[in-house]
């Protein structure tokens, strides 16, 4: 009775990952331990030398392990690793193969938290980013290369400009200079897009989001195609050459396809300790058993949201790829023909002023920082998460003044019109 490799999606989502025995728990247990005990040090040793196995919980935990396999299947990749949040997950991931003196793209459209990690925190460390423009054309992706670029990054439908990234595109300007393509996919989830189909190589995500779902536990993840040959040029010998704190262990060679994430575990987790509890980890399994469930109603809920606010004319302007009237329609049609996610971006007629009193009127959406999760919720980015950013940051991020970022959560989209509507009535 083994889980099949090769059932639907909504299947992994209950059953990939966490495989009991005869007699074991039905239900993935909380291996709730620092460390694990041998009765050999001679036992011990070879964990030291990397053969499988865990011992102390900063570097793998089964339980961690568990839904992290779970996530790699969902994703279509051969393996992934489970940080203690996004920000760990999407800085792990450009960490792992990039030093100081080398460089990476990004689409400027990306998460606000992301955008300071590479634009202020990862320069203060040496590493040169070149933002660029989602849309921007082959020839203009091709010449923000240079010869010490090692990534490109982006998001599938970024936060909260909702811009859609053509992914094949980026991945064949990435390959062209035989760089990967890193994509977050923290909106769509592996749902609605699976973005290794498209030439990604890896991905990652805030798992705080859709993932988990409930607004409990914060946590991210990276997960990797196993497609990208590091050993095509001489971009990557972190990858290629003995690593000396690792008793000279190749990590492309003598871990194979799980080269990249094994290095993740061994330098970046042991070194940044950006480990998720395995308690969190559980809830993160409870909230991916839904996810299929739960992004169908996410994205119902959101295309009634999206279809109301674009009638109502104290609406300046609506942003959801679900939209005909987006600018994006067609592209997420393409890569996410079953729907992108619940999130959406408007303006209130009247700019920031108008937007913070809407803000206030509502009554079952809640103003709170999070986005993407079960309860509908409702933020001002550039009052709040994007508050660090310039004007012309702001601009180039995609996040105008007046943007009121709403997530549309899993309530009865009636109720939810409803209230946008008595608080859109009080202005
Ligand atoms: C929230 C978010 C992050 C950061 O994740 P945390 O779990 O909050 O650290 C990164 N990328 C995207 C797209 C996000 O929405």
Redesign the pocket.
Same mark, same amino acid.
């Given at each position: 009775m083994a889980f099949d490799p090769n059932s639907k999606i909504d299947t992994k989502c209950v059953q990939a990952g966490w495989q009991p025995k005869s007699g074991e728990p039905r239900v993935l247990p909380i291996y709730e331990s620092t460390t694990f005990k041998y009765d050999t040090s001679a036992d011990m040793a070879k964990l030291f030398d990397l053969e499988p196995g865990y011992m102390y919980t900063r570097l793998a935990n089964p339980t961690s392990d568990i839904v992290a396999s779970k996530i790699a299947a969902l994703e279509g990749g051969v393996a992934a690793v489970l940080t203690s %949040? #996004?920000?760990?997950a999407?800085f792990f991931s450009l960490i792992n193969i990039l030093q100081a003196g080398d460089h990476f793209i990004s689409a400027a459209t990306i998460?606000g #938290?992301?955008f300071n990690l590479f634009n202020v925190t990862m320069r203060k460390l040496g590493i040169d980013v070149t933002f660029i423009d989602p849309r921007a054309t082959e020839e203009e992706i091709n010449a923000a290369f240079k010869d010490n670029t090692k990534a490109v990054f982006g998001?599938t439908v970024a936060?909260p400009s909702l811009d859609v990234l053509d992914i094949e595109k980026f991945a064949k300007a990435a390959h062209a200079h035989g760089v990967p393509l890193i994509i977050?996919n923290?909106?769509p989830t592996p749902i609605n897009c699976r973005p290794f189909e498209w030439g990604a190589d890896i991905v990652t995500h %805030?798992t705080?989001?859709y993932m988990e779902g409930h607004a409990s536990t914060? #946590? #991210?993840c990276v997960v990797d195609s196993g497609n990208f040959d590091w050993y095509q040029n001489d971009k990557f010998p972190c990858m290629t050459q003995p690593d000396e704190s690792y008793h000279g262990s190749v990590y492309a060679k003598d871990f194979g396809k799980a080269g990249y994430i094994t290095k993740i575990v061994a330098q970046q987790l042991r070194d940044f300790g950006s480990t998720p509890s395995p308690f969190n980890a559980f809830l993160l399994n409870l909230g991916l058993e839904t996810l299929a469930v739960r992004m169908e109603k996410h994205c119902k809920n959101a295309q009634k949201v999206a279809e109301y606010l674009e009638k109502n004319d104290k609406i300046s302007w609506v942003n959801y790829p679900g939209l005909k009237s987006c600018k994006d329609y067609e592209i997420a049609r393409k890569y996410m023909p079953n729907g992108t996610c619940g999130v959406i971006s408007f303006g209130v007629k009247g700019g920031r002023a108008k937007a913070e009193e809407f803000m206030n009127n509502l009554r079952l959406a809640a103003i709170v920082t999070h986005?993407a999760d079960a309860r509908t919720c409702v933020l001002h980015p550039a009052s709040s998460t994007h508050r660090q950013l310039s004007d012309s940051e702001l601009i180039e991020c995609g996040v105008t003044a007046d943007l009121v970022r709403f997530s549309v959560g899993i309530e009865n989209a009636d109720d939810i019109i409803a209230d946008i509507q008595q608080a859109l009535d009080k202005i």
């Open positions: %949040s #996004g920000q760990a999407n998460y #938290g992301t998001e936060n977050d923290t909106f %805030s705080t989001k914060i #946590g #991210g986005v």
